[in-house]
């Protein structure tokens, strides 16, 4: 049996026992309880974060998040209902109870554990790299003594002077920042990779690249109610993420999306991938 279909049959386990007043009382599973008896899966997702989550053309929401939202859900046997959320509301919405999952680009740190049950392992992950134009920027250590551009204000600024010798020229927002780079008042753009790999999926940025992986990383996580991390939802969440980076559907999708491959997806992957060599002998 493989990991995801063992997940479906103990969610499925789960939802026979959702109308059980043992089981409804259980602040572990309230948020599962009520899912399963609704029918429905409410996940926060944002709406203006391409190509995880964005409105399309029709105005529904589309991206890497949505789709691994519609998976959760399917997963539980129930419909998806994708709610749109912020940085600055999601943790209020699931406390509110007016969402029960988030699955919206949010970092694993330790001030939101202290706030909502965050699932590991992360489904996604990014950090601080580099823009340039093609052939430009070969490795980190290229950055020495070279104007660089940034982000105002971005806590990890400081590690490209003091750890690279960059010289560092900091503007107030993205856009002025990379118009600089275009226009050759620096050699690379310092910001977060997922943002980076963004730009060049649209189409707009030819001729450059992101020539280095991220200094470090930071995953992303999926979050629900506190009490319930370690209950069945938390349980059968963490399941199905591990399942994701298993079978290679994360990196299915990061494919899909035209987004650069990334070494934190591959290490994941092929540090879980199941060794089935044995089946050829």
Request: hydrophobic share 45%; with cysteine; proline share 3%.
């Amino acid at each position: 049996m493989t990991i995801m279909k063992a997940l479906i049959a103990t969610a499925a386990f789960v939802s026979s026992f959702a109308t059980a007043p043992a089981f409804a009382q259980d602040n572990s599973a309230e948020t599962l309880t009520s899912v399963m008896e609704r029918g429905v899966l409410r996940v926060g997702v944002l709406g203006a974060f391409k190509p995880w989550s964005f409105r399309s053309e029709d105005g529904s929401l589309q991206g890497i998040e949505v789709d691994l939202a519609k998976r959760v859900a399917e997963s539980l046997g129930v419909e998806a209902e994708l709610v749109e959320i912020t940085s600055a509301n999601r943790i209020q919405f699931l406390e509110q109870k007016r969402i029960d999952l988030i699955i919206g680009g949010m970092y694993d740190t330790a001030s939101r554990r202290e706030a909502v049950g965050i699932i590991e392992p992360g489904y996604w992950a990014s950090g601080p790299s580099l823009m340039a134009r093609n052939g430009a920027i070969a490795s980190w250590e290229d950055v020495a003594g070279k104007p660089i551009c940034a982000k105002q204000g971005v806590i990890y600024n400081q590690l490209i002077e003091t750890d690279f010798g960059a010289r560092l020229m900091a503007f107030g927002g993205n856009t002025e920042g990379k118009e600089a780079l275009r226009s050759g008042k620096c050699v690379a753009w310092f910001y977060d990779d997922s943002s980076i790999a963004a730009d060049l999926a649209t189409g707009d940025w030819e001729g450059f690249e992101m020539p280095v992986d991220a200094l470090f990383v930071n995953p992303w996580a999926a979050a629900v109610p506190l009490a319930e991390k370690d209950g069945a939802f938390g349980k059968i969440l963490s399941g199905l993420i591990y399942g994701w980076h298993e079978d290679g559907s994360l990196i299915a999708l990061q494919k899909e999306y035209d987004l650069q491959p990334t070494a934190w997806l591959a290490d994941m992957h092929e540090s879980l991938e199941y060794d089935r060599s044995y089946l050829d002998e």
